[in-house]
Every structure is written in C-alpha cells, then in structure tokens.
C-alpha cells in the first residue's frame, strides 16, 4: 500500500514561511509527477504546484514568485517552499502523486494569521 506522508504544516503569521515535505511509504517505483494542491473552507481543491521527473514545474498564478516546489526523485519525495504566506494561502494542503495510478496524501493544514 502506497501512501503520501505530508509534513511541515502548522500556524504562522502573514510574512513568514513553511516547508511542506511529503515522502512516498511503500512505494517501489518513481512517480513521474509530484505536486501540491489545497482546499480552503468552501472552496473546491486547487492546483498549487507540479514537479515532474524531468524537472519542469508548474505553478498557480497566485503563488509565483513565492512558493518553489523541489523534487528528490531518490527519495521519490516532493518539498515545497512558501515564503511570503498570505492569510489567503489559509487551507488544507494535499500532496499528489502520479505514477501508473493517481495518489493523495492525507493533507495539513495551513493556517496564516494577519
């Protein structure tokens, strides 16, 4: 049984930073895209950031130039580094993973105060 281990979440001020980590348990095989989504209260899940084998990444619009998804394709583990957090950025971050068959982690919330 695969499964996503997600990390690094926690309660922060407007301004400050986490690093969300999320590692791959189980698993035998690379997946060839890692990433992130997240789900505020009353809000459907949204794209944050992709990482994919080859190395490209995609990023949200209203997380350019603040956040930076990183992979260790080892360690088929995927990070991602939010500097700058907005009491928006506020919600239940979800590590994704695709290899034959799509994965979900458990998620963590992020909470940023004003």
């Known amino acids: 049984q695969v499964q996503l281990v997600e990390s690094g979440g926690g309660l922060v001020q407007a301004g400050e930073s986490l690093r969300l980590s999320c590692a791959a348990s189980?698993?035998?095989?690379?997946?060839?895209?890692l990433g992130w989504y997240r789900q505020a209260p009353g809000k459907q899940r949204e794209l944050v950031a992709l990482?994919?084998?080859?190395?490209?990444?995609t990023y949200a619009d209203s997380v350019k130039g603040r956040f930076t998804i990183s992979r260790d394709n080892a360690k088929n583990t995927v990070y991602l580094q939010m500097n700058s957090l907005k009491p928006e950025d506020t919600a239940v971050y979800y590590c994704?993973?695709?290899?034959?068959?799509?994965?979900w982690g458990q998620g963590t919330q992020v909470t940023v105060s004003s």
């Open positions: 189980g698993s035998t095989f690379s997946f060839s895209v």
């Open positions: 994704y993973g695709r290899a034959l068959t799509n994965y």
């Open positions: 990482n994919t084998s080859g190395g490209s990444t």
